[in-house]
C-alpha cells in the first residue's frame, strides 16, 4: 500500500523543513503489526498554494516527495483538491492531511491510521476536543466548532466532533468519492458532511494539540467572515445531503403551529359563533399553513434534484475510478 502525506503550504518557507522532518521521524514508527495490512511506500506532497516566498524550493530541498505548486494563492479549499487529485495520480491508496506549521503532531498519524488499515473505517479526523483539550485555543473559536458540530450531528443522525480540524487521514475509496465544489473558502467542514451523506465510515480520534501563541488563522483572521463562511458552507452541505430533514423539520412545525391556532380559532368561535373578532387568529394559521405547504414542497423536489444528484456523483465516481485505474 503506499501512503502519501500531504502538507497544504502558503508561505511556510520558515516552518516546512522541521515539519516534514518530523514526518520522516514518524514514517520509521511500527504501527503494521496488528492491522494485517503493510504499507510499503510512504511519500511526502506539499502543495504550495501561490506562495510568495521560497516555500516550494525549501520543500524540495528538505526532501518532500511530491510538490505542487501554482499561482495565484486560491486558498484551503482549491489547495485540498489538487491534493485529492495529485495523490489519486501518483497512485495513493491512503492520504493523510497535515499542516505544514507544526501545530499537530506527527507521530500521532498511526492514530489516524490504524481504524482504516484494520478496515473499519473509510475516514479518520483528529478530534481537538475530546478530554485532550486543545491548548490556548481562542475559546471563541472552539464554542462555534462545537456548536456546529452539535447542529451537523442533529441533522445527519451521526455523532460529529470535529468540524474544522485539517489532521485527518482518507482511504482511496474516500478520494474517489469526494466532489469537492466549494474551493473558495475551507474543505473541512463540507467533506465530513459529504462522507456521511455517501454513506463512507467516519472516525473521530482524540489528539493532543496545542496553539502557538500569537498564532494567525491563515484561512480567515476575521471571526466574522469564519462565521459566516462556515454557517454557508454547512447549510448547503446539509440542505443537498438531508434535504427532507432540512425543510420537512420546518414544514412539519409550521403546519403543527398553524393547526394550533385553527384549533384555538375554532374554540373561540364556537365559545360566541363570531369570526370577525377572532380573525387574525384565522389569518395567522392559515398563513403558517401555506408556509408550511410550501416548505414541504421544497423538500419533496430538493429530494427529487438529491436523487440525481447521486446519479451524477456515481458517474463521477466510475469515471475517476477508471482514470486513476492502478
Known amino acids: 500500500m503506499k501512503l502519501i502525506v500531504n502538507i497544504p503550504a502558503y508561505n511556510e518557507e520558515n516552518e516546512i523543513s522541521a515539519t516534514i522532518a518530523k514526518i520522516k521521524e514518524s514514517f520509521n514508527l511500527d504501527f503494521y503489526s496488528k492491522t494485517g495490512s503493510v504499507i510499503t511506500e510512504k511519500l511526502i506532497q506539499v502543495i504550495d498554494d501561490g506562495s510568495t516566498d521560497k516555500t516550494a524550493s525549501v520543500a524540495k530541498s528538505a526532501g518532500a516527495d511530491i510538490v505542487v505548486s501554482y499561482k495565484p494563492n486560491r486558498k484551503l479549499a482549491y489547495s485540498f483538491k489538487r491534493a485529492v487529485e495529485s495523490c489519486l495520480e501518483n497512485g495513493a491508496d491512503l492520504m493523510v492531511n497535515i499542516d505544514a506549521d507544526g501545530q499537530f503532531n506527527p507521530n500521532d498519524i498511526p492514530k489516524l491510521l490504524t481504524p482504516i488499515l484494520e ?43 470535529d468540524l474544522t480540524c485539517g489532521f485527518r487521514a482518507h482511504n482511496r475509496e474516500t478520494l474517489l468519492r469526494f466532489n469537492l465544489t ?10 465530513i458532511i459529504d462522507a456521511i451523506g455517501k454513506n463512507l465510515k ?15 488563522p491563515k484561512i480567515t483572521k ?18 443537498d445531503v ?71 456523483e456515481e458517474q463521477m465516481y466510475l469515471l475517476k475510478s477508471e482514470k486513476y485505474k492502478k
Open 119 to 161: 478496515g473499519n473505517f473509510d475516514m479518520v479526523i483528529a478530534n481537538r476536543f475530546s478530554h485532550l483539550t486543545a491548548k490556548d485555543i481562542p475559546w471563541i473559536r472552539s464554542f462555534l466548532n462545537r456548536f456546529a458540530a452539535s447542529v451537523v450531528s442533529f441533522f445527519l443522525n451521526c455523532k460529529a466532533e
Open 242 to 312: 438531508r434535504p427532507m430533514k432540512f425543510f420537512g423539520i420546518p414544514a412539519l412545525l409550521l403546519i403543527i403551529i398553524s393547526m394550533g391556532f385553527f384549533v384555538y380559532f375554532a374554540f373561540l368561535y364556537f365559545h360566541d359563533f363570531k369570526i370577525t373578532a377572532h380573525r387574525n387568529f384565522l389569518l395567522v394559521g392559515i398563513t403558517l399553513l401555506l408556509v408550511g405547504i410550501q416548505f414541504l414542497v421544497f423538500a419533496l423536489i430538493a429530494d427529487m434534484i438529491k436523487s440525481n444528484r447521486n446519479l451524477t
Open 182 to 191: 466549494n474551493v473558495n473558502f475551507t474543505y473541512t467542514q463540507e467533506t
Open 202 to 216: 467516519l472516525k473521530w480520534v482524540p489528539i493532543q494539540v496545542t496553539y502557538f501563541k500569537g498564532r494567525q
Open 222 to 239: 476575521s471571526i466574522f467572515k469564519f462565521v459566516n463562511n462556515g454557517f454557508k458552507i454547512i447549510i448547503k452541505a446539509v440542505r
